[in-house]
Antibody
Framework: QLQLQESGPGLVKPSETLSLTCTLS??????????WGWVRQPPGKGLEWIGS???????FYNPSLKSRATISADTSKKQFSLRLRSMTAADTAVYYC?????????????????WGQGTLVTVSS | DIVLTQSPGTLSLSPGERATLSCRAS???????LAWYQQKPGQAPRLLIY???SRATGIPDRFSGSGSGTDFTLTVSRLEPEDFAVYYC?????????FGPGTKVDIK
């Protein structure tokens, strides 16, 4: 059974860079069937897709983040990571890592079938 | 970008009743690239439906999805106590992936 676990700081200062890591157990990042991604949810609000990565290195990002996000993967460690630069209070949220199904026809991430439990990141000085 | 709108915002029902949730897209979602998720307080979302009408593994058959184009529906035939939660739709027809704002189903 696949499990995903987020790790990283719970508190980040304004203007700093957030670094989060998602570690897999019971599965492999190196599968052509999946993408791996990040979703966030501000307290009491809805879900926002941040971006996704394929083990071969292809990445897709939400333009709403204005190029502040970078997602990378380390297949040997079974981890993928998110870096989000220039953090502000508006970035305070629960951050989830998740697995997405790969659409083989278009090689594009689709829907999320496994999720981590989420980690709350607060931006405050 | 495809914007998803969900209605109603809140649905107040009793256990055993039927719940009908709507998700409308700002443009046609071709090939039925739409999913539904359930989220309970303090938990991650759980995949219920993909491809507009295919149930995910382990999802009870009281959950069903339908629709095409711009209008999609999630139906819970008979609400169980554990079904009271927030439900989100998500489109994966075009980038960026996007979610609706959610419908909360609470106990009447």
């Amino acid at each position: 059974q696949l499990q995903l676990q987020e790790s990283g700081p719970g508190l980040v200062k304004p203007s700093e860079t957030l670094s989060l890591t998602c570690t897999l157990s019971g599965g492999s990042i190196s599968s052509s069937s999946y993408y791996w991604g990040w979703v966030r949810q501000p307290p009491g609000k809805g879900l926002e897709w941040i971006g996704s990565i394929y083990y071969g290195g292809s990445t897709f990002y939400n333009p709403s983040l204005k190029s502040r996000a970078t997602i990378s993967a380390d297949t040997s460690k079974k981890q993928f990571s998110l870096r989000l630069r220039s953090m502000t209070a508006a970035d305070t949220a629960v951050y989830y890592c998740a697995r997405l199904i790969n659409d083989f026809w278009s090689s594009y991430p689709t829907y999320f079938d496994y999720w981590g439990q989420g980690t709350l990141v607060t931006v405050s000085s | 970008d495809i914007v998803l709108t969900q209605s109603p915002g809140t649905l107040s029902l009793s256990p055993g009743e039927r719940a009908t949730l709507s998700c409308r897209a700002s443009q046609s979602v071709s090939t039925r690239h739409l999913a539904w998720y359930q989220q309970k307080p303090g938990q991650a979302p759980r995949l219920l439906i993909y491809g507009a009408s295919s149930r995910a593994t382990g999802i009870p058959d009281r959950f069903s999805g339908s629709g095409s184009g711009t209008d999609f529906t999630l139906t819970v035939s008979r609400l169980e106590p554990e079904d009271f939660a927030v439900y989100y739709c998500q489109q994966y027809d075009s980038s960026p992936l996007s979610f609706g704002p959610g419908t909360k189903v609470d106990i009447k």
